[in-house]
């Protein structure tokens, strides 16, 4: 196994007191040798961290210490190198920019969070070419253009997004073609998917989920099946295979 732990995690969760986190989480970065970016608002948090394995551990057990992060469930890959030049922890209006004030999931329970499919179940829909009841499923790429082009699920919608702020006016002109289907949008690591379901949703589209976990979860519980190519991580590793090892595209 190799020694540096790359770890991608986000949570919406009110954050009132993002300055505040802000201030200790680069302490405690900085005093255990981590690097990477943490973006902070106060709908939640989206981090990107890597680092000798305990050090990585150890700021997630720091968080989870705080009942709103609980339940953090990081997603794991591994590499030879740390994969950053620095250790960036910013407060931010929104952890992924929609400029959609109002699509901010509910953190106060459940019922706000977008409908989920975990990657297993996916894949056996995919497999079977339909939902459990029996619709057409069809699979939204939700992430910028030049990152679909490393990879992408078999068939996938690609509205050649250049950035992720563009998503909900090509959802509401091409919103009818989704009539009758089950959608499920995917992204990276899931926080744009999530807040692309949950905007389809308001729009009116019926029997829309967010992979849970995204791309990265699929490849670690359901491998690359009805994947082509590789996943495009915002780092020095540039690009995943299914295997989660960095690959040369």
Same mark, same amino acid.
């Given at each position: 196994?190799?020694?540096?732990?790359?770890?991608?995690?986000?949570?919406?969760?009110?954050?009132?007191?993002?300055?505040?986190? &802000?201030?200790?989480? +680069?302490?405690?970065?900085?005093?255990?040798?981590?690097?990477?970016? #943490?973006?902070?608002?106060?709908?939640?948090?989206?981090?990107?961290?890597?680092?000798?394995?305990? @050090?990585?551990?150890?700021?997630?057990?720091?968080?989870?210490?705080?009942?709103? $992060?609980?339940?953090?469930?990081?997603?794991?890959?591994?590499?030879?190198?740390?994969?950053?030049?620095? +250790?960036?922890?910013?407060?931010?209006?929104?952890? #992924?920019?929609?400029?959609?004030?109002?699509?901010?999931?509910?953190? =106060?329970?459940?019922?706000?969070?977008?409908?989920?499919? /975990?990657?297993?179940?996916?894949?056996?829909?995919?497999?079977?070419?339909?939902?459990?009841?029996?619709?057409?499923?069809?699979?939204?790429?939700?992430?910028?253009? $030049? =990152?679909?082009?490393?990879?992408?699920?078999?068939? @996938?919608?690609?509205?050649?997004?250049?950035?992720?702020?563009?998503?909900?006016?090509?959802?509401? @002109?091409?919103? /009818?073609? $989704?009539?009758?289907?089950?959608?499920?949008?995917?992204?990276?690591?899931?926080?744009?998917?999530?807040? @692309?379901?949950? $905007? +389809?949703? =308001?729009?009116?589209? /019926?029997?829309?989920?967010?992979?849970?976990?995204? #791309?990265?979860?699929?490849?670690?519980?359901?491998?690359?099946?009805?994947?082509?190519?590789?996943?495009?991580?915002?780092?020095?590793? =540039?690009?995943?295979?299914?295997?989660?090892?960095?690959?040369? &595209?």
């Amino acid at each position: 196994m190799t020694p540096i732990l790359n770890i991608s995690a986000y949570k919406f969760v009110t954050l009132p007191d993002a300055a505040q986190l &802000r201030e200790q989480a +680069m302490a405690l970065c900085q005093a255990s040798g981590l690097k990477g970016t #943490i973006l902070l608002a106060e709908e939640g948090v989206n981090l990107f961290l890597a680092g000798p394995e305990q @050090a990585v551990r150890d700021f997630v057990a720091w968080l989870r210490a705080d009942p709103r $992060f609980a339940d953090l469930l990081p997603k794991e890959s591994w590499s030879e190198t740390v994969p950053f030049h620095k +250790m960036l922890v910013k407060v931010k209006n929104e952890i #992924i920019r929609m400029n959609h004030p109002t699509i901010r999931p509910d953190v =106060e329970g459940a019922e706000g969070r977008a409908p989920a499919v /975990d990657a297993p179940t996916l894949k056996r829909w995919l497999d079977q070419g339909h939902d459990d009841e029996g619709r057409k499923v069809v699979t939204l790429d939700t992430r910028n253009a $030049f =990152e679909v082009d490393f990879g992408t699920f078999e068939g @996938a919608i690609d509205w050649r997004l250049g950035k992720f702020s563009e998503f909900p006016e090509q959802v509401l @002109a091409h919103k /009818d073609q $989704f009539q009758g289907k089950t959608v499920v949008s995917f992204c990276t690591g899931g926080i744009r998917c999530e807040k @692309a379901a949950l $905007f +389809m949703a =308001e729009a009116g589209v /019926d029997h829309v989920y967010q992979l849970d976990g995204g #791309i990265l979860k699929y490849f670690e519980l359901a491998g690359g099946q009805h994947y082509q190519g590789t996943c495009f991580v915002f780092d020095e590793r =540039e690009a995943l295979g299914a295997d989660l090892a960095p690959s040369d &595209r």
